[in-house]
């Protein structure tokens, strides 16, 4: 049986379309006219610097209630401000206003000078001298690490290598396991010969890396999402908050070459952290002699570190006490929706005082 036919009002075609026109002239001339989104910048001094890296002292409006500071350890890809996107979506004010204590690693951007840097320059080099920085400051012998993302595995290393430094251990959608099924990533990952991108490139080009990320959802991620811009053009808040996410993911460092190389090859295709065969400049990584209190964060609908990446970090610890986090959102979400803010930030500073002597 034949459908109705559909049936189009002449007039009433063209009254929309010449709205959609006036509207789509408005937004454009609004998006010229735009400045620069900024982050919320929250008040922060710099206490240790070194090469492209800065450790920055995060600021709150009252002193800190916590005994020990918390040191946040982001990933390479994209910069650290995910996590002080805007007042009201700010991990880092939100923890402030619980007590905590806050120091965070900013990487920097890094340039052909950085093009031989190594995982062990990195772990025993940059993230070593911040946390001998921060427990001078602070005078406590050992400080908890919050690792997000590539920051949490890297979080994990040093915890391995460096136990009596790391009091309590917190991950945030970190990947431990990188062969999980359905993860996209690591499937593509897996695949490419990274001796000949990088012998060839040197430093990874951030544009690349966010074309990949961007292929992982394409028609999301590089259709629908601007489809959607046309909804929020007569929004100038909305817009803003738009731009401001453009702004983030655009704005990211390229990678040192060596780096990534190693550790496309040993985490990614090797999956050598959960194999135990990890060695960091021939010290080996070991994720049981992790015996710290860790709390372990993960979203339900990443599609960047699925869950069962994360989750497994509880079959390969000494930990007897461990804890797991769901968050109901996303990769990004974790750090911004309205949701997170609620629900993330509390729960970390729950558990950290509860760990408090």
């Known amino acids: 049986m034949m459908g109705s036919p559909l049936h189009i009002d002449p007039l009433l075609a063209l009254q929309e379309i010449a709205a959609f026109q006036r509207k789509f002239a408005d937004g ?61 979506r700010s991990l880092l004010r939100n923890l402030l206003e619980q007590g905590e204590d806050v120091y965070l690693i900013d990487w920097g951007y890094p340039d052909g000078a950085d093009r031989w840097l190594t995982l062990g320059d990195y772990l025993d080099g940059y993230l070593d001298r911040c946390v001998d920085a921060v427990r001078a400051r602070s005078g406590c012998g050992a400080i908890n690490l919050l690792g997000i993302c590539q920051g949490g595995t890297f979080s994990l290393c040093y915890a391995a290598l460096q136990p009596a ?20 990533l690591a499937h593509w990952a897996r695949n490419i010969d990274v001796d000949l991108l990088v012998d060839t490139l040197g430093n990874i080009p951030a544009a690349l890396m966010n074309w990949v990320y961007l292929t992982l959802k394409p028609l999301r991620l590089t259709q629908q999402k601007y ?54 400049d021939g010290r080996p990584v070991r994720l049981e002699a992790i015996s710290q209190p860790i709390l372990n964060i993960y979203a339900e609908q990443d599609h960047l570190v699925p869950p069962a990446a994360s989750r497994a970090l509880a079959q390969h610890t000494s930990s007897a006490d461990y ?9 990004i979400g974790i750090y911004v929706s309205s949701r997170a ?13 509860q760990r408090e002597q």
């Open 341 to 353: 803010q609620r629900e993330v930030p509390p729960a970390i500073h729950r558990w950290l005082r």
């Open 165 to 184: 430094k790391v009091k309590n251990l917190v991950t945030m959608v970190t990947p431990v396991d990188f062969h999980t099924p359905g993860n996209m």
């Open 28 to 88: 454009l001339t609004r998006l010229r006219g735009m400045p620069e989104p900024g982050y919320a910048d929250t008040p922060r001094e710099a206490v240790y610097r070194e090469d492209k890296l800065t450790l920055w002292h995060m600021r709150g409006d009252y002193a800190p209630t916590a005994k020990t500071p918390t040191l946040i350890v982001y990933a390479l890809v994209n910069t650290v401000w995910m996590t002080d996107l805007q007042p009201g």
């Open 227 to 280: 489809v959607g811009l046309l909804d929020i053009l007569d929004h100038p808040a909305e817009l803003e908050n738009f731009l401001r996410m453009e702004r983030w993911i655009f704005d990211s460092p390229d990678l040192a070459g060596e780096a990534f190389r190693e550790f496309i090859q040993a985490f990614y295709q090797g999956n050598r952290l959960v194999a135990g065969s990890l060695d960091i």
């Open 323 to 331: 804890s797991e986090l769901a968050f109901k959102g996303g990769h």
